[in-house]
């Protein structure tokens, strides 16, 4: 049978069992209401579905995408027979398998990724703490790659989730690589939330973090996102590329203190930098034989 074949969906009734609400999505993700065109809303709704903390039923997708019935309804059966979204017997939504193999085929061929990974090694080896790799994706960062310290630390920061840029180590260096004005015109729409005390929550405090860290090439997060969590990171340039991109060191804030973060800073800079010139060295021509 071909993919392409319509696909009925159940539509089942607004009545959620429980009483329980959609799973939140976060807001970085609701795109939706501003996707323009049949494709970017299709787009909208497999992230949704994606991000959810949970399978959604019928009715969580179309309360929580915000358009009509019908349209979500096929939409999803596109999806669903696309196998980029799976419909359960117990009718909730997840992403589907075809969905996790062009994930794993994009993961694989990923140049960031593989070249940073040995200087990551390296870096989690020398200083014996968590090393992280994200990009800059808008307002938030995702996380690449991630070595745990020798000791198994329990944080928000894994493979494949985000966090906002503003209060992260690695957000905030990768915030480091844009122009200025790029960087004030993101700033200027982030929706602050102020996770622990020390969290940025002004466009104005953003800038001046972000300014001192193209400054010194290195910058910190003194549980700003996470209580009890520091860490020193440093932006990863990599001219003629669409990303910008970040390493840090992350750690306890009773084990890492600010001295020993400020001691590490030249490591973690010198080994963003080896990453930078092993990318552009992957851009230049290669000499015939």
């Known amino acids: 049978m071909s993919r392409r ?3 009925d969906v159940a539509m089942p009734d607004d009545e959620k069992p429980n009483g329980e609400k959609p799973a939140a999505v976060p807001a970085s993700q609701g795109k939706t209401e501003n996707a323009t065109g049949t ?7 497999l992230e949704l ?12 997708v179309v309360e929580a995408c915000g358009q ?41 061929g990923n140049d960031l990724r593989s070249v940073a990974a040995p200087h990551l090694s390296a870096l989690q080896e020398a200083t014996q703490e968590s090393v992280h790799l994200a990009v800059l994706n808008g307002g938030q ?30 957000g905030k260096a990768a915030l480091s690589l844009l122009s200025v004005d790029a960087l004030a015109e993101l700033t200027a729409g982030m929706e602050f939330h102020r996770f622990t005390e020390a969290t940025i929550t002004t466009p104005e405090a953003l800038v001046a973090d972000v300014t001192a860290i193209r400054e010194n090439g290195y910058g910190f997060d003194l549980q700003e ?26 750690g306890p804030a009773y084990r890492v203190d ?32």
């Open 5 to 7: 074949m319509t696909v």
């Open 39 to 45: 494709l970017g809303k299709v787009v909208s709704l």
């Open 49 to 60: 579905i994606a991000f959810a903390e949970k399978p959604m039923r019928f009715t969580d």
């Open 68 to 108: 009509p019935r019908g349209t979500v309804h096929r939409q999803l059966a596109h999806l669903v027979a696309e196998g980029l979204v799976d419909h359960a017997a117990d009718q909730t939504y997840a992403v589907g398998l075809r969905l996790l193999q062009l994930a794993a085929k994009a993961w694989s």
């Open 141 to 170: 960062v995702t996380y690449l790659d991630k070595m745990e310290g020798r000791h198994t630390l329990r944080m928000h920061s894994q493979v494949g989730k985000t966090s906002p840029a503003y209060c992260t180590g690695v």
């Open 225 to 250: 996102h996470e209580i009890g969590i520091h860490c020193v990171a440093a932006p990863v340039r990599a001219p003629g590329r669409n990303f910008c991109a970040a390493i840090s060191v992350t």
């Open 258 to 289: 600010v001295e020993q973060l400020r001691k590490w800073a030249p490591l973690v800079r010198e080994t963003a930098d080896k990453i930078s010139v092993e990318l552009a060295c992957r851009l230049s021509p290669v000499a015939d034989d």
